[in-house]
Protein backbone atom coordinates (compact mmCIF):
# COMPACT_ATOMS: atom_id res chain seq x y z
CA UNK A 1 0.00 0.00 0.00
CA UNK A 2 1.15 3.17 -0.80
CA UNK A 3 1.37 5.25 2.11
CA UNK A 4 2.54 8.65 0.52
CA UNK A 5 0.33 11.69 1.31
CA UNK A 6 1.28 12.79 -2.33
CA UNK A 7 3.36 10.87 -4.99
CA UNK A 8 3.89 12.68 -8.45
CA UNK A 9 4.67 9.52 -10.80
CA UNK A 10 6.65 9.95 -14.36
CA UNK A 11 4.55 12.85 -14.86
CA UNK A 12 4.85 14.04 -18.12
CA UNK A 13 3.16 17.09 -20.12
CA UNK A 14 3.35 18.38 -23.48
CA UNK A 15 1.78 21.27 -25.39
CA UNK A 16 1.07 21.71 -28.95
CA UNK A 17 2.43 24.94 -30.33
CA UNK A 18 2.30 25.73 -33.88
CA UNK A 19 2.82 22.29 -35.26
CA UNK A 20 5.58 21.64 -32.89
CA UNK A 21 5.62 19.53 -29.45
CA UNK A 22 6.42 21.49 -26.69
CA UNK A 23 7.76 18.76 -23.85
CA UNK A 24 7.37 20.98 -20.19
CA UNK A 25 7.30 17.92 -17.86
CA UNK A 26 9.33 14.82 -18.80
CA UNK A 27 8.77 12.93 -16.27
CA UNK A 28 8.51 14.16 -12.55
CA UNK A 29 8.66 12.26 -9.80
CA UNK A 30 7.93 13.33 -6.23
CA UNK A 31 7.18 11.44 -3.19
CA UNK A 32 5.44 13.12 -0.15
CA UNK A 33 5.27 11.05 3.02
CA UNK A 34 4.15 13.41 5.38
CA UNK A 35 3.25 17.26 5.93
CA UNK A 36 5.78 19.43 4.90
CA UNK A 37 7.06 22.29 2.82
CA UNK A 38 8.57 21.13 -1.00
CA UNK A 39 9.79 24.26 -2.20
CA UNK A 40 10.09 24.15 -6.70
CA UNK A 41 12.61 26.94 -8.23
CA UNK A 42 13.32 26.80 -12.01
CA UNK A 43 13.97 29.50 -14.69
CA UNK A 44 11.08 31.13 -15.76
CA UNK A 45 9.17 28.83 -18.37
CA UNK A 46 10.50 25.50 -16.97
CA UNK A 47 7.36 24.33 -15.88
CA UNK A 48 6.47 25.10 -12.33
CA UNK A 49 3.32 26.11 -12.49
CA UNK A 50 2.21 23.41 -15.45
CA UNK A 51 3.55 21.65 -12.38
CA UNK A 52 1.37 23.03 -9.55
CA UNK A 53 -1.79 23.05 -12.28
CA UNK A 54 -1.41 18.80 -12.71
CA UNK A 55 -0.96 18.70 -8.80
CA UNK A 56 -3.89 20.44 -8.03
CA UNK A 57 -6.58 18.78 -10.84
CA UNK A 58 -6.42 22.16 -13.10
CA UNK A 59 -4.86 20.32 -15.60
CA UNK A 60 -4.72 16.80 -17.08
CA UNK A 61 -1.14 15.40 -17.76
CA UNK A 62 0.02 13.59 -21.37
CA UNK A 63 1.30 10.85 -19.22
CA UNK A 64 2.24 9.58 -15.35
CA UNK A 65 0.16 9.74 -12.66
CA UNK A 66 -0.60 12.24 -9.54
CA UNK A 67 -1.61 10.18 -6.42
CA UNK A 68 -3.10 12.26 -3.48
CA UNK A 69 -3.95 10.28 -0.25
CA UNK A 70 -4.26 7.16 -2.05
CA UNK A 71 -6.67 8.07 -5.40
CA UNK A 72 -5.01 8.72 -8.67
CA UNK A 73 -6.38 12.01 -9.34
CA UNK A 74 -5.53 11.90 -13.08
CA UNK A 75 -8.48 9.08 -13.47
CA UNK A 76 -11.13 11.56 -11.79
CA UNK A 77 -13.96 13.00 -14.33
CA UNK A 78 -14.70 16.58 -14.14
CA UNK A 79 -17.47 16.06 -11.03
CA UNK A 80 -14.54 14.11 -9.19
CA UNK A 81 -11.65 16.08 -10.02
CA UNK A 82 -13.70 19.86 -8.76
CA UNK A 83 -14.42 18.06 -5.79
CA UNK A 84 -11.08 17.27 -5.06
CA UNK A 85 -10.12 20.63 -5.68
CA UNK A 86 -12.59 22.10 -3.12
CA UNK A 87 -11.90 19.49 -0.81
CA UNK A 88 -8.70 18.48 -0.77
CA UNK A 89 -6.89 21.50 -2.00
CA UNK A 90 -6.15 24.95 -0.84
CA UNK A 91 -4.45 27.65 -3.72
CA UNK A 92 -2.40 31.04 -3.31
CA UNK A 93 -1.68 32.66 -6.44
CA UNK A 94 0.37 35.42 -7.24
CA UNK A 95 -2.45 37.33 -7.75
CA UNK A 96 -4.96 37.23 -4.57
CA UNK A 97 -8.03 36.35 -6.53
CA UNK A 98 -10.51 37.86 -3.95
CA UNK A 99 -13.88 38.51 -4.78
CA UNK A 100 -14.01 42.16 -4.52
CA UNK A 101 -17.91 42.52 -3.88
CA UNK A 102 -17.48 40.73 -0.74
CA UNK A 103 -15.78 41.37 2.59
CA UNK A 104 -12.42 39.19 4.09
CA UNK A 105 -14.54 37.16 5.71
CA UNK A 106 -17.27 36.39 3.24
CA UNK A 107 -13.94 35.43 0.78
CA UNK A 108 -13.27 32.70 3.37
CA UNK A 109 -16.78 31.36 3.55
CA UNK A 110 -17.28 30.91 0.37
CA UNK A 111 -14.35 28.07 -0.14
CA UNK A 112 -16.67 26.02 2.30
CA UNK A 113 -19.95 27.26 0.90
CA UNK A 114 -18.98 25.09 -2.56
CA UNK A 115 -17.53 22.19 -0.57
CA UNK A 116 -20.37 21.80 1.06
CA UNK A 117 -18.80 21.37 3.84
CA UNK A 118 -21.18 23.00 7.02
CA UNK A 119 -19.59 22.28 9.77
CA UNK A 120 -15.57 23.72 8.15
CA UNK A 121 -17.14 26.84 6.91
CA UNK A 122 -18.08 28.23 9.95
CA UNK A 123 -17.78 31.77 10.23
CA UNK A 124 -15.80 30.96 13.69
CA UNK A 125 -13.30 29.34 11.04
CA UNK A 126 -12.87 31.87 9.29
CA UNK A 127 -12.75 34.56 12.06
CA UNK A 128 -9.98 32.71 13.47
CA UNK A 129 -8.01 32.06 10.49
CA UNK A 130 -8.54 35.77 9.89
CA UNK A 131 -6.81 36.69 13.24
CA UNK A 132 -4.07 33.79 12.30
CA UNK A 133 -2.66 36.02 9.50
CA UNK A 134 -3.54 38.97 11.52
CA UNK A 135 -6.18 41.03 10.19
CA UNK A 136 -9.23 40.49 12.87
CA UNK A 137 -10.03 43.64 12.90
CA UNK A 138 -10.34 43.43 8.89
CA UNK A 139 -13.11 41.30 8.44
CA UNK A 140 -15.56 43.21 6.89
CA UNK A 141 -13.37 45.12 4.88
CA UNK A 142 -13.42 44.46 0.96
CA UNK A 143 -10.44 43.90 -1.04
CA UNK A 144 -9.82 46.82 -2.59
CA UNK A 145 -10.01 48.59 1.27
CA UNK A 146 -7.18 46.42 1.67
CA UNK A 147 -3.51 46.82 0.50
CA UNK A 148 -1.83 44.29 -1.38
CA UNK A 149 -0.04 42.38 0.95
CA UNK A 150 -3.40 42.09 3.32
CA UNK A 151 -4.94 40.80 0.47
CA UNK A 152 -2.51 38.25 0.09
CA UNK A 153 -2.60 37.42 3.73
CA UNK A 154 -6.72 37.03 3.25
CA UNK A 155 -5.76 34.55 0.56
CA UNK A 156 -3.66 32.32 2.50
CA UNK A 157 -6.63 32.02 5.46
CA UNK A 158 -8.42 31.06 2.54
CA UNK A 159 -6.80 28.32 1.16
CA UNK A 160 -6.79 26.79 4.68
CA UNK A 161 -10.31 27.29 5.35
CA UNK A 162 -11.63 23.87 3.89
CA UNK A 163 -8.75 21.70 5.81
CA UNK A 164 -6.87 20.90 2.89
CA UNK A 165 -4.11 18.36 2.68
CA UNK A 166 -2.48 19.93 -0.14
CA UNK A 167 -1.41 23.85 0.03
CA UNK A 168 -0.38 24.66 -3.46
CA UNK A 169 1.58 28.04 -3.44
CA UNK A 170 2.24 29.76 -7.04
CA UNK A 171 4.47 32.65 -7.05
CA UNK A 172 2.48 34.00 -3.51
CA UNK A 173 5.19 36.94 -3.38
CA UNK A 174 5.67 37.39 -6.64
CA UNK A 175 3.71 40.92 -6.82
CA UNK A 176 4.76 41.68 -3.01
CA UNK A 177 7.75 44.34 -1.84
CA UNK A 178 10.30 43.22 0.37
CA UNK A 179 8.44 43.56 3.37
CA UNK A 180 4.87 42.25 2.82
CA UNK A 181 6.57 39.29 1.19
CA UNK A 182 8.72 38.30 4.44
CA UNK A 183 5.25 38.70 6.54
CA UNK A 184 3.40 36.09 3.76
CA UNK A 185 6.52 33.82 4.24
CA UNK A 186 6.28 34.01 8.13
CA UNK A 187 2.68 33.50 8.65
CA UNK A 188 2.57 30.95 5.69
CA UNK A 189 4.96 28.40 6.77
CA UNK A 190 3.95 28.13 10.55
CA UNK A 191 0.15 27.93 9.71
CA UNK A 192 0.85 25.46 7.16
CA UNK A 193 2.53 23.36 9.54
CA UNK A 194 -0.24 23.86 12.20
CA UNK A 195 -2.93 22.73 10.22
CA UNK A 196 -0.55 19.69 8.45
CA UNK A 197 -0.54 20.51 5.30
CA UNK A 198 1.61 19.53 2.32
CA UNK A 199 3.20 22.89 1.26
CA UNK A 200 3.56 22.36 -2.34
CA UNK A 201 5.55 26.10 -2.85
CA UNK A 202 6.72 27.37 -7.09
CA UNK A 203 8.88 30.37 -6.74
CA UNK A 204 11.76 32.78 -7.83
CA UNK A 205 11.72 34.03 -4.77
CA UNK A 206 14.90 32.52 -2.95
CA UNK A 207 14.34 33.88 0.79
CA UNK A 208 10.73 31.84 0.60
CA UNK A 209 12.14 29.18 -1.18
CA UNK A 210 14.69 28.52 2.03
CA UNK A 211 12.19 28.48 3.91
CA UNK A 212 10.94 25.13 2.68
CA UNK A 213 11.87 21.52 4.36
CA UNK A 214 12.74 20.31 0.81
CA UNK A 215 14.04 22.36 -2.43
CA UNK A 216 13.85 20.94 -5.53
CA UNK A 217 14.66 22.62 -9.43
CA UNK A 218 12.72 22.20 -12.05
CA UNK A 219 15.44 21.56 -14.97
CA UNK A 220 15.21 19.99 -18.28
CA UNK A 221 11.62 18.73 -17.40
CA UNK A 222 12.91 17.57 -14.49
CA UNK A 223 13.01 17.64 -10.69
CA UNK A 224 16.73 17.97 -9.48
CA UNK A 225 17.32 18.22 -5.57
CA UNK A 226 18.47 21.70 -4.86
N1 LIG B 1 -1.73 25.83 -22.19
C1 LIG B 1 -0.51 25.94 -22.74
N2 LIG B 1 -0.34 25.83 -24.08
C2 LIG B 1 0.89 25.90 -24.62
N3 LIG B 1 2.02 26.08 -23.93
C3 LIG B 1 1.91 26.20 -22.60
C4 LIG B 1 0.65 26.15 -21.93
N4 LIG B 1 0.86 26.31 -20.60
C5 LIG B 1 2.19 26.47 -20.46
N5 LIG B 1 2.83 26.41 -21.65
C6 LIG B 1 4.28 26.52 -21.86
O1 LIG B 1 4.92 25.63 -20.97
C7 LIG B 1 6.13 26.19 -20.49
C8 LIG B 1 6.14 26.18 -18.98
O2 LIG B 1 5.22 27.15 -18.50
P1 LIG B 1 5.01 27.42 -16.97
O3 LIG B 1 4.00 28.47 -16.85
O4 LIG B 1 4.73 26.12 -16.27
O5 LIG B 1 6.46 27.93 -16.50
P2 LIG B 1 6.92 28.51 -15.10
O6 LIG B 1 8.11 27.71 -14.67
O7 LIG B 1 5.77 28.56 -14.16
O8 LIG B 1 7.40 29.97 -15.49
P3 LIG B 1 7.36 31.35 -14.61
O9 LIG B 1 8.51 31.25 -13.66
O10 LIG B 1 7.54 32.41 -15.63
O11 LIG B 1 6.02 31.40 -13.93
C9 LIG B 1 6.25 27.56 -21.13
O12 LIG B 1 7.07 27.48 -22.25
C10 LIG B 1 4.83 27.87 -21.53
O13 LIG B 1 4.78 28.73 -22.64
MG1 LIG C 1 4.75 30.13 -13.26
Redesign the pocket.
Known amino acids: MNESLLSVRSLVRS ?1 Q ?1 GGET ?1 E ?1 LRGVDLDVERPTSVAVT ?1 E ?8 LSLVGGLDRPTGGSVVVDGTDITTLDETALSAYRSRHVGFVFQFHFLLRDFTALENLLIPGMLASRGAAGTRDRARELLDDVGLASRADAYPLELSGGERQRVAVARALMNRPRLILAD ?1 PTGNLDERNARMVEDLLFPLVAREGCVLLL ?1 T ?1 DRALAARAERRYE ?1 AGGVLVPA
Open positions: FALVGSGSGKSTLEAHL
